[in-house]
């Protein structure tokens, strides 16, 4: 399931389902076939100082983003669609206030993709910020962040070009429509990776806005959630990640899944 980027350049014009590609997204999106993906779901790095995220200034930020933000309106096909999910606002390493949010929606315009809607996740139980700025006082409290942002953007056209099979009960529908999810965040511990997103986000996205059998990439893919979801809700994923450590990680919580597909298709 595994493939380093160079094995991909040998490939070229073939679209690798099913499959995790070792390498930088914005090197990667350039070898995948154009106009081959109907939706990417995914969570960038937030440039706030994770252990796996460079130290960039906003203008450096915003110029990564453009890039990626290219690359998938190469891959992505006409009625192809985003769900990038990032805070509206965090403490940075630097303790200063930063948007990933406003420059991920910069990134998106100069990108030339298009801007669609913006849904709001409520963390139920997040452990985001600690810092509260004065105690009790009006002197200079800080703000603690609870709701990150699903910017949902497009390609060119809204509408799906082609008719395919929906799985959404008339209870997901009404429920997903709404512009405010309430989901908990995941466990770091348990997942081991440093911001994995819970399962239900990458559901919600994948089954609001695709159809069965829609492939879904995710180029930012970490521990592998959405790929993992992509495989239970029976569509075909590609998964790209910079670090080998989680991609391995990533392999490791799909596989299983994908074995018990391949048996049931044999029956
Ligand atoms: C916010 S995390 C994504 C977590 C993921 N949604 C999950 O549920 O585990 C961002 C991931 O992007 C990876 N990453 C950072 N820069 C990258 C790049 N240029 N290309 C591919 N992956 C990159 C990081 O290693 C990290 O695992």
Redesign the pocket.
């Known amino acids: 399931m595994l493939m380093a980027a160079d094995e991909l350049n040998r490939l070229r014009a073939k679209l690798p389902v099913n499959k995790i590609i070792h390498?930088?997204?914005?090197?990667?999106l350039n070898l995948l076939p154009k106009g081959s993906i109907d939706l990417v779901v995914?969570?960038?790095?937030?440039n706030v100082g994770?252990e796996?995220?460079?130290d960039l200034t906003e203008e450096e930020y915003v110029k990564?983003l453009t890039d990626?933000f290219k690359g998938l309106k190469r891959v992505l096909k006409p009625d192809g669609r985003i769900c990038w999910?990032v805070p509206y606002s965090m403490i940075s390493s630097k303790r200063e206030i930063f948007s990933p949010w406003y420059c991920s929606f910069k990134a998106l315009r100069k990108a030339g993709l298009k801007f669609r809607d913006n849904i709001t996740w409520n963390q139920l139980n997040t452990d985001n910020d600690t810092a509260w700025g004065s105690w009790c006082s009006a002197s200079a409290p800080w703000v603690r962040h609870m709701t990150e942002a699903i910017i949902v953007a497009y390609k060119e056209t809204w509408k799906k070009q082609n008719k395919g099979e929906t799985d959404l009960t008339r209870d997901e529908f009404l429920r997903f429509v709404l512009d405010l999810w309430g989901m908990p965040v995941?466990s770091k511990k348990k997942?081991g990776?440093?911001?994995?997103?819970?399962e239900e986000?990458?559901y919600r996205c994948i089954k609001l806005f695709s159809f069965v059998g829609d492939v879904v990439l995710?180029?930012?893919?970490?521990?592998?959630?959405?790929a993992l979801v992509a495989v239970k809700t029976e569509r075909r994923f590609i998964g790209?990640?910079?670090?080998k450590e989680?991609c391995e990680?990533?392999a490791r919580r799909i596989e299983p899944y994908l074995y018990q597909k391949k048996l049931i298709e044999f029956q």
């Open positions: 390498g930088d997204c914005v090197k990667v995914t969570s960038p790095p937030y994770k796996y995220e460079e990564f990626v999910n995941a997942i990776h440093p911001a994995p997103f819970p986000l990458p995710d180029p930012f893919l970490g521990s592998g959630t959405t790209i990640e910079l670090k989680y990680m990533a």
